[in-house]
Protein backbone atom coordinates (compact mmCIF):
# COMPACT_ATOMS: atom_id res chain seq x y z
CA UNK A 1 0.00 0.00 0.00
CA UNK A 2 1.44 3.67 -1.17
CA UNK A 3 1.28 6.20 2.16
CA UNK A 4 3.14 9.20 2.94
CA UNK A 5 4.77 10.08 6.52
CA UNK A 6 5.15 13.10 8.17
CA UNK A 7 4.78 14.26 11.64
CA UNK A 8 3.05 17.23 13.18
CA UNK A 9 5.00 17.88 16.37
CA UNK A 10 5.31 14.78 18.26
CA UNK A 11 2.21 13.47 16.22
CA UNK A 12 3.25 10.80 13.64
CA UNK A 13 0.89 10.89 10.47
CA UNK A 14 0.33 8.37 7.22
CA UNK A 15 -1.64 9.43 4.74
CA UNK A 16 -2.68 6.01 2.64
CA UNK A 17 -4.42 5.61 -1.29
CA UNK A 18 -6.77 2.26 -0.52
CA UNK A 19 -6.57 1.30 -3.68
CA UNK A 20 -3.25 0.34 -3.58
CA UNK A 21 -3.73 -1.92 -1.02
CA UNK A 22 -2.76 -6.02 -1.33
CA UNK A 23 -3.81 -8.67 0.86
CA UNK A 24 -0.27 -8.90 1.31
CA UNK A 25 0.75 -5.65 2.56
CA UNK A 26 -0.75 -7.27 5.70
CA UNK A 27 2.16 -9.73 6.24
CA UNK A 28 4.02 -6.73 7.83
CA UNK A 29 2.14 -7.37 10.76
CA UNK A 30 2.95 -10.05 13.13
CA UNK A 31 -0.53 -10.14 13.96
CA UNK A 32 -1.73 -10.72 10.32
CA UNK A 33 -3.93 -13.60 10.59
CA UNK A 34 -5.95 -11.53 13.09
CA UNK A 35 -7.25 -9.44 10.02
CA UNK A 36 -7.30 -12.07 7.35
CA UNK A 37 -10.95 -12.08 7.23
CA UNK A 38 -11.67 -8.09 8.10
CA UNK A 39 -12.72 -5.93 5.41
CA UNK A 40 -10.93 -3.86 3.06
CA UNK A 41 -11.28 -0.67 4.95
CA UNK A 42 -10.76 -2.05 8.23
CA UNK A 43 -7.61 -3.73 6.79
CA UNK A 44 -6.39 -0.75 5.16
CA UNK A 45 -7.14 1.93 8.28
CA UNK A 46 -5.33 -0.84 10.82
CA UNK A 47 -2.26 -1.29 8.69
CA UNK A 48 -1.53 2.80 8.20
CA UNK A 49 -2.54 3.48 12.10
CA UNK A 50 0.31 0.70 12.54
CA UNK A 51 2.49 2.28 10.74
CA UNK A 52 2.04 5.75 12.24
CA UNK A 53 2.34 3.78 15.84
CA UNK A 54 6.00 2.43 14.59
CA UNK A 55 6.98 5.86 13.73
CA UNK A 56 5.78 7.13 16.99
CA UNK A 57 7.63 4.51 19.02
CA UNK A 58 10.83 4.53 17.33
CA UNK A 59 11.22 7.80 19.30
CA UNK A 60 11.56 6.06 22.82
CA UNK A 61 13.99 3.26 20.97
CA UNK A 62 11.34 0.42 20.15
CA UNK A 63 10.52 -0.96 16.82
CA UNK A 64 8.01 -3.76 17.51
CA UNK A 65 4.28 -3.17 15.68
CA UNK A 66 1.81 -2.78 18.53
CA UNK A 67 -0.17 -6.00 18.67
CA UNK A 68 -3.93 -6.39 19.12
CA UNK A 69 -5.62 -6.70 23.00
CA UNK A 70 -8.72 -8.75 23.87
CA UNK A 71 -10.55 -5.16 23.40
CA UNK A 72 -8.94 -4.95 19.73
CA UNK A 73 -6.77 -1.80 21.95
CA UNK A 74 -3.03 -1.46 21.16
CA UNK A 75 -0.50 -3.00 23.35
CA UNK A 76 1.87 -0.84 23.84
CA UNK A 77 5.34 -1.81 25.35
CA UNK A 78 5.69 -1.71 29.06
CA UNK A 79 6.64 1.65 30.31
CA UNK A 80 4.77 3.70 27.54
CA UNK A 81 1.36 4.70 26.26
CA UNK A 82 -0.22 4.99 22.73
CA UNK A 83 -3.30 6.08 20.96
CA UNK A 84 -3.87 6.00 17.33
CA UNK A 85 -6.83 7.47 15.23
CA UNK A 86 -8.24 7.35 11.54
CA UNK A 87 -10.34 9.68 9.51
CA UNK A 88 -10.70 8.95 5.81
CA UNK A 89 -7.42 7.90 4.39
CA UNK A 90 -5.41 9.24 6.94
CA UNK A 91 -4.12 7.92 10.17
CA UNK A 92 -2.19 9.66 13.23
CA UNK A 93 -0.49 8.27 16.20
CA UNK A 94 1.29 9.34 19.52
CA UNK A 95 3.63 7.74 21.81
CA UNK A 96 4.08 9.51 25.39
CA UNK A 97 5.48 8.10 29.16
CA UNK A 98 1.83 8.44 30.65
CA UNK A 99 -1.18 7.80 29.38
CA UNK A 100 -2.29 9.49 26.15
CA UNK A 101 -5.29 9.85 23.75
CA UNK A 102 -5.19 11.53 19.96
CA UNK A 103 -8.29 11.81 17.56
CA UNK A 104 -8.59 13.44 14.28
CA UNK A 105 -12.47 14.12 12.51
CA UNK A 106 -12.58 15.91 9.45
CA UNK A 107 -14.56 19.10 9.61
CA UNK A 108 -17.84 18.97 10.31
CA UNK A 109 -20.25 20.38 7.41
CA UNK A 110 -22.91 23.20 8.84
CA UNK A 111 -25.77 21.07 8.16
CA UNK A 112 -24.80 18.35 10.31
CA UNK A 113 -23.48 20.22 12.98
CA UNK A 114 -26.82 21.21 13.93
CA UNK A 115 -27.70 17.49 13.08
CA UNK A 116 -25.31 16.41 15.91
CA UNK A 117 -25.09 19.45 17.82
CA UNK A 118 -27.15 18.14 20.90
CA UNK A 119 -25.48 14.51 21.30
CA UNK A 120 -22.58 16.49 21.41
CA UNK A 121 -22.96 19.45 23.85
CA UNK A 122 -25.18 20.55 26.18
CA UNK A 123 -27.53 23.75 26.29
CA UNK A 124 -24.62 25.42 28.26
CA UNK A 125 -21.53 24.34 26.35
CA UNK A 126 -23.16 25.14 22.69
CA UNK A 127 -23.84 28.75 23.98
CA UNK A 128 -19.62 28.60 24.45
CA UNK A 129 -19.48 26.84 21.29
CA UNK A 130 -21.74 29.79 19.41
CA UNK A 131 -19.69 32.40 21.31
CA UNK A 132 -16.29 31.72 19.94
CA UNK A 133 -14.49 33.28 17.35
CA UNK A 134 -14.80 30.08 15.62
CA UNK A 135 -17.30 29.11 13.17
CA UNK A 136 -20.31 26.91 15.04
CA UNK A 137 -19.34 23.62 12.65
CA UNK A 138 -15.32 24.03 13.28
CA UNK A 139 -16.27 24.66 17.07
CA UNK A 140 -18.07 21.62 17.46
CA UNK A 141 -15.80 19.28 15.34
CA UNK A 142 -12.96 20.21 17.83
CA UNK A 143 -15.27 19.73 20.84
CA UNK A 144 -16.32 16.29 19.43
CA UNK A 145 -13.14 15.31 18.90
CA UNK A 146 -11.97 16.91 21.93
CA UNK A 147 -14.03 15.04 24.04
CA UNK A 148 -12.79 11.91 22.02
CA UNK A 149 -9.46 12.37 22.94
CA UNK A 150 -10.06 12.87 26.63
CA UNK A 151 -11.74 9.66 26.94
CA UNK A 152 -9.17 7.61 25.65
CA UNK A 153 -6.20 9.44 27.60
CA UNK A 154 -8.63 8.90 30.70
CA UNK A 155 -10.20 5.47 29.71
CA UNK A 156 -8.48 3.50 32.88
CA UNK A 157 -10.73 5.86 35.11
CA UNK A 158 -13.92 5.81 33.36
CA UNK A 159 -17.34 4.92 34.13
CA UNK A 160 -17.94 2.22 31.02
CA UNK A 161 -19.23 4.33 28.11
CA UNK A 162 -19.44 7.97 29.79
CA UNK A 163 -21.31 9.85 26.67
CA UNK A 164 -20.24 13.23 25.71
CA UNK A 165 -22.28 15.35 28.39
CA UNK A 166 -19.81 13.76 30.90
CA UNK A 167 -17.32 16.20 29.76
CA UNK A 168 -18.26 19.54 29.16
CA UNK A 169 -16.77 22.08 26.97
CA UNK A 170 -15.13 25.34 29.11
CA UNK A 171 -13.70 27.46 27.14
CA UNK A 172 -11.80 27.04 23.49
CA UNK A 173 -9.78 28.82 20.83
CA UNK A 174 -8.19 27.40 17.62
CA UNK A 175 -5.56 25.80 19.58
CA UNK A 176 -6.87 24.73 22.69
CA UNK A 177 -9.95 23.58 24.58
CA UNK A 178 -11.12 23.05 28.33
CA UNK A 179 -12.90 20.20 29.28
CA UNK A 180 -14.61 19.69 33.03
CA UNK A 181 -14.90 16.19 34.12
CA UNK A 182 -18.55 15.40 35.81
CA UNK A 183 -19.07 12.68 38.01
CA UNK A 184 -20.93 10.48 35.29
CA UNK A 185 -17.59 10.49 34.09
CA UNK A 186 -15.44 8.98 36.78
CA UNK A 187 -16.19 10.13 40.13
CA UNK A 188 -12.79 10.97 41.27
CA UNK A 189 -12.37 13.12 38.24
CA UNK A 190 -15.20 14.97 39.57
CA UNK A 191 -14.87 19.35 38.55
CA UNK A 192 -11.72 18.43 37.40
CA UNK A 193 -10.44 20.75 34.18
CA UNK A 194 -8.41 19.46 31.06
CA UNK A 195 -6.43 21.54 28.70
CA UNK A 196 -6.52 19.83 25.25
CA UNK A 197 -4.45 20.68 22.22
CA UNK A 198 -5.91 21.29 19.72
CA UNK A 199 -4.57 21.33 15.76
CA UNK A 200 -6.74 22.61 12.70
CA UNK A 201 -5.08 20.70 10.00
CA UNK A 202 -7.00 21.41 6.48
CA UNK A 203 -10.29 19.42 6.42
CA UNK A 204 -9.22 18.33 9.87
CA UNK A 205 -9.14 18.47 13.14
CA UNK A 206 -6.59 16.92 15.67
CA UNK A 207 -6.35 16.71 19.18
CA UNK A 208 -4.29 15.52 21.85
CA UNK A 209 -5.07 15.00 25.88
CA UNK A 210 -1.92 14.29 28.20
CA UNK A 211 -3.20 14.06 31.55
CA UNK A 212 -0.11 15.61 32.95
CA UNK A 213 -2.26 19.06 31.23
CA UNK A 214 -4.68 18.93 34.40
CA UNK A 215 -5.06 22.26 35.46
Not at 30 to 38: C, F, K, T, V, W
Not at 103 to 110: G, L, N, Q, T, Y
Not at 132 to 154: G, W
Not at 159 to 170: K, Y
Request: proline letters at 7%; charged letters at 15%; one cysteine or more.
Amino acid sequence: MRTHHSTLHAIQRIDFEPDTFTPGDLLWLPHHQRLAHAGKKRQTEHLAGRIAAVHALRGFGETAVPGIGENRQPIWPDGLYGSISHCGNTAIAIVARTPVGIDIEAVFSPRLAEALAHEIANEEERAVLRHSALPFPLALTLAFSAKESAFKAYSAQTNGLPGFHSAQVVSLDASTLRLRFTARFAPALANSVISINGLINGPHVITCTLPLNEA
